[in-house]
């Protein structure tokens, strides 16, 4: 089955602009999980959705915000775009369950200039 | 506060040799743990998790919860044990992890 798919692969925007990313997880999947991959930070949770709701929710500023529609397709967005903002963007899915098995898409790579 | 501890950025050992990727962890709680594996142009993806107890790619890890510890072990390194690997925790389900910075395996010939 096709695994977790993440579009664009690569993007390049400037300061001040705003980005959408999109996820399509794994057929069967209802949740989907997003992280942000930096050099610096590694990887941080940057939220969860479940059946098109927010379930859990990391650390970061309301610049970053996502939704989900009801065929579990993501998207992310990020306003007011800042150069530290720059970053691998993964993408993960599950059936939705504890202690699930993540299925991790390539991510999208994002250049803010 | 969760936090996840790898303390080894780079480990090489040859082939053959026993391999231990170290990792700490603080967490108030009973946490979930994980070892997740990145190869070279692949995606991130799980190795093994401590409920499920298992052996993967000849892999164990034991949660020590005394001394907050999940080393990842293999008693024989293979070439293709070449990865970067991650130490994760989650709270209140799989979903929300908190990684480890990770460490580079290079399994020298």
């Known amino acids: 089955k096709a695994g977790v798919t993440q579009t664009p692969r690569y993007l390049i925007k400037t300061r001040g602009q705003q980005v959408t990313l999109s996820c399509s997880p794994i057929s069967g999947h209802r949740s989907v999980s997003w992280y942000q991959q930096t050099p610096g930070q590694g990887l941080q949770f940057l939220f969860e959705?479940?059946?098109?709701?927010?379930?859990n929710k990391g650390n970061f500023p309301g610049r970053f915000s996502g939704r989900q529609f009801s065929n579990s397709r993501s998207e992310m967005n990020v306003s007011t775009l800042e150069l530290g903002d720059s970053a691998l963007y993964l993408c993960a899915s599950s059936f939705g369950g504890g202690e699930e098995k993540l299925f991790f898409g390539s991510g999208t790579q994002l250049s803010v200039l | 506060a969760q936090r996840v501890t790898q303390p080894e950025k780079l480990l090489s050992v040859f082939k053959g040799a026993p391999v231990e990727l170290k990792c700490n962890y603080s967490?108030?709680?009973?946490?979930?743990l994980f070892w997740y594996v990145q190869y070279s142009r692949q995606r991130l993806q799980l190795l093994l998790r401590h409920i499920s107890r298992e052996s993967i790619k000849g892999f164990t890890a034991d949660l020590n919860k005394g001394e907050t510890s999940f080393h990842l072990k293999k008693p024989f390194a293979q070439e293709e044990d070449s990865a970067m690997y991650y130490c994760a925790l989650s709270r209140g389900g799989a979903q929300k992890l908190v990684f480890g910075q990770g460490t580079r395996l290079t399994i020298n010939p």
């Open positions: 959705y479940f059946s098109e709701t927010q379930r």
């Open positions: 967490y108030s709680g009973s946490p979930e």
